[in-house]
């Protein structure tokens, strides 16, 4: 694949500690929600907030992308809202991601929206990441 545009971004503390772009463009302060034991904080943020906030994002262009194709405007305040959740995983260690997409294309009718969404994700990255896995590469900093 030919890398279009790379973001980079840097972790320390883990869930309760900063994140910041390479660039400086964000730094983000993160905290543990309450409910995976952390003391949780409302000015804060979390993986799970940042990964639903970019998810709903790409969908979102994505949906706008196959409407342009299939010649439908889309209402200035159509929406996708991503929901994502975190959990113990079946008999085996670790936890894993649920997402739900919820779609709000207004004026546009629902047999033609199911089929904008369906295409929406068969492009949007995210989706693709999220149904087909992801290319990582592990790398040891020297």
């Not at 890398?3 to 905290?31: F, H, K, N, Q």
């Not at 970019?54 to 305040?77: G, H, M, P, T, W």
């Not at 999220?130 to 040891?140: A, E, F």
């Amino acid at each position: 694949m030919k890398i279009i545009y790379r973001a980079e971004a840097i972790a320390t503390g883990g869930r309760t500690g900063r994140a910041s772009t390479r660039d400086g463009a964000a730094t983000i302060a993160l905290v543990t929600p309450a409910e995976l034991g952390g003391d949780g904080g409302a000015a804060d943020y979390n993986p799970e907030q940042l990964f639903a906030s970019s998810y709903a994002a790409s969908f979102l262009e994505a949906l706008k992308r196959v409407a342009d194709l299939s010649r439908i405007e889309l209402a200035s305040d159509a929406s996708v809202t991503a929901a994502i959740g975190i959990g113990k995983r079946d008999n085996l260690p670790g936890m894993r991601l649920d997402a739900e997409l919820i779609v709000s294309l207004p004026d546009v009718a629902p047999l033609v929206a199911h089929d904008l969404v369906e295409q929406a994700h068969t492009i949007c990255p995210y989706s693709q990441m999220v149904c087909n896995g992801l290319d990582v590469r592990l790398l040891l900093a020297a």
